[in-house]
């Protein structure tokens, strides 16, 4: 869970804090039993910790500050639990690629193991992370997945996505919703293995319950600390809410599972459900930590889908948004997208080794519009030496991802947006691309960047060779302002697609 989340426990009203005090007193023996040299960062109160020092604060800028004071490693003692941020390029690659292993463990919580059940691609951990992450990669690989088949789907998905934007005659109009659609449409026909019709009931439905959990998921997460809160009267961190949603989106897979099991082909699965479903019939040991099970898929795909429609969808967003701001940095986008492909066809992925433009600008948008600056949250699952500290067991422990996207000493400049700063003199990118964590690293990268990365290509060269996108008036652009939640969105806005001749 994000430290950020927990600044929503200041609006208590009395009686609450009376609780949160008394309950805090049963627990703050905890804190007595860490060792000595935890790694440095502020005192705090006792029994609440610095759950003040985020009042009404940007948490990005509050943990730059305090790794000025305290450097690249330091904590923050949230109630009853220790939050180690770990801060800069180097720090972060020897934490989580050179201690990989001791580090790609998530915390547990409320949320986990009581919604989730600690399965799943994204919120488990030990050998069972191990295990599914390999088989989803291996399946998507054995089906095509990364291959021209997937490509075909999601070229399927743009050509939907431009007659919707062509539609609005270049009228102001927010692209962001039907960005959403596209991509988890995406991720349906991998998963189920077909496509939905944007106007289909069921189909939106699910795209709404996605994006509603995720969003009341910042605000929920901080059961995962006080579980206690959740018997509080009335649903004040939408506990209720999120546990029926999350029922929703299960049933709606569910769904799904059973009608595959009875259509399945064995010898020529057609998607992630059928393969799951094979091997589970296949599936004999009882050593291995991963059972193949009915939940095991339903909350891997659901996994899937949040991992995948949200984030890429907020790239999209932004990326849309420094276009909107810098016109000549589309026109000259849009120059290369013409020398390249045209304007007579679609633009295909073996035309991206020839658009080293394109690639500046999206490694730019990653560093830029910083779309998951503190990741998810690892967990200590024992005490972990590291760099002369130790990490107490039990610990949560943040990759600041920020520390480096917005690092001066890696990045001149690094509040201006120049995709330039990617390129050499031959024109083609300089390697400091390799600096840019947008989609994480180490054990837990994310496993969709591949996925991401030819849907972003796919989808934006394809919007900037048929359209020029304005402000919705010239006196009105939109601001950079964001909100950090799971992800750091940008605020919504419309603009307008002006179709090219």
């Known amino acids: 869970m994000n430290i950020f989340e927990f600044t929503s426990l200041v609006n208590f009203n009395t009686v609450t804090v009376t609780i949160v005090v008394v309950l805090l007193i049963l627990l703050v023996s905890r804190s007595l039993q860490w060792p000595a040299n935890i790694p440095p960062g502020p005192t705090g109160y006792p029994i609440i910790g610095c759950i003040t020092l985020l009042r009404n604060r940007n948490i990005l800028e509050v943990f730059r500050e305090l790794r000025g004071q305290y450097g690249d490693v330091f904590s923050l003692k949230i109630g009853?639990?220790?939050?180690?941020?770990?801060?800069?390029?180097?720090?972060?690659?020897?934490?989580?690629?050179?201690?990989?292993?001791?580090?790609?463990?998530?915390?547990?919580?409320?949320?986990?193991?009581?919604?989730?059940?600690?399965?799943?691609?994204?919120?488990?951990?030990?050998?069972?992370?191990?295990?599914?992450?390999?088989?989803?990669?291996?399946?998507?690989?054995?089906?095509?997945?990364?291959?021209?088949?997937?490509?075909?789907?999601?070229?399927?998905?743009?050509?939907?996505?431009?007659?919707?934007?062509?539609?609005?005659?270049?009228?102001?109009?927010?692209?962001k919703g039907v960005a959403v659609l596209a991509v988890s449409n995406v991720i349906c026909s991998m998963t189920f293995g077909n496509r939905f019709d944007y106007n289909d009931t069921k189909f939106k439905r699910l795209t709404t319950l996605i994006s509603e959990t995720l969003r009341l998921l910042v605000v929920g997460g901080v059961i995962?600390?006080?579980?206690?809160?959740?018997?509080?009267?009335?649903?004040?961190?939408?506990?209720?809410?999120?546990?029926?949603?999350?029922?929703?989106?299960?049933?709606?897979?569910?769904?799904?599972?059973?009608?595959?099991?009875?259509?399945?082909?064995?010898?020529?699965?057609?998607?992630?459900?059928?393969?799951?479903?094979?091997?589970?019939?296949?599936?004999?040991?009882?050593?291995?930590?991963?059972?193949?099970?009915?939940?095991?898929?339903?909350?891997?795909?659901?996994?899937?889908?949040?991992?995948?429609?949200?984030?890429?969808?907020?790239?999209?967003?932004?990326?849309?948004?420094?276009?909107i701001h810098n016109k000549p940095i589309q026109d000259k986008l849009r120059q290369e997208i013409m020398t390249v492909v045209g304007s007579s066809r679609l633009p295909s992925l073996a035309d991206k080794t020839d658009m080293p433009y394109y690639e500046a600008f999206m490694t730019e948008?990653?560093?830029?519009?910083?779309?998951?600056?503190?990741?998810?949250?690892?967990?200590?699952?024992?005490?972990?030496?590291?760099?002369?500290?130790?990490?107490?067991?039990?610990?949560?422990?943040?990759?600041?991802?920020?520390?480096?996207?917005?690092?001066?000493?890696?990045?001149?400049?690094?509040?201006?947006?120049?995709?330039?700063?990617?390129?050499?003199?031959?024109?083609?990118?300089?390697?400091?691309?390799?600096?840019?964590?947008?989609?994480?690293?180490?054990?837990?990268?994310?496993?969709?960047?591949?996925?991401?990365?030819?849907?972003?290509?796919?989808?934006?060269t394809s919007l900037l060779q048929r359209f020029e996108f304005l402000p919705e008036s010239p006196d009105k652009l939109p601001t950079f302002d964001a909100t950090l939640g799971i992800t750091r969105a940008a605020k919504d806005y419309s603009c307008r697609a002006i179709k090219i001749q």
């Open 80 to 175: 009853p639990n220790l939050n180690v941020i770990i801060n800069g390029r180097e720090a972060l690659r020897e934490a989580f690629i050179k201690q990989g292993d001791e580090f790609a463990d998530r915390p547990g919580g409320f949320l986990e193991e009581k919604m989730f059940q600690e399965k799943g691609i994204v919120f488990s951990s030990g050998n069972y992370v191990k295990q599914i992450r390999t088989f989803t990669s291996a399946t998507f690989r054995n089906l095509g997945f990364e291959k021209r088949s997937l490509e075909l789907r999601i070229q399927e998905e743009v050509t939907a996505y431009l007659e919707i934007i062509e539609k609005q005659n270049g009228e102001p109009y927010d692209m």
């Open 224 to 323: 995962n600390t006080f579980p206690w809160l959740r018997f509080l009267p009335g649903d004040r961190f939408s506990i209720k809410k999120i546990v029926d949603n999350i029922k929703e989106i299960k049933d709606f897979i569910g769904e799904q599972i059973q009608e595959h099991r009875h259509k399945m082909d064995r010898d020529n699965p057609r998607d992630f459900i059928e393969a799951f479903l094979i091997q589970q019939q296949k599936k004999n040991s009882s050593d291995e930590d991963l059972k193949f099970d009915d939940m095991d898929l339903m909350i891997s795909v659901m996994n899937l889908f949040f991992a995948g429609t949200d984030t890429t969808a907020t790239i999209i967003h932004w990326a849309m948004l420094f276009l």
């Open 365 to 460: 948008v990653f560093r830029k519009g910083n779309i998951v600056p503190l990741s998810l949250p690892h967990g200590a699952k024992k005490d972990i030496s590291f760099r002369g500290m130790v990490i107490p067991k039990g610990s949560t422990i943040m990759p600041n991802f920020d520390s480096v996207m917005s690092n001066p000493d890696l990045f001149e400049d690094p509040d201006e947006f120049r995709p330039e700063r990617f390129l050499g003199q031959d024109g083609k990118m300089n390697g400091k691309e390799r600096d840019v964590m947008a989609f994480s690293l180490g054990r837990r990268v994310c496993l969709g960047e591949s996925l991401a990365r030819m849907e972003l290509f796919l989808f934006m």
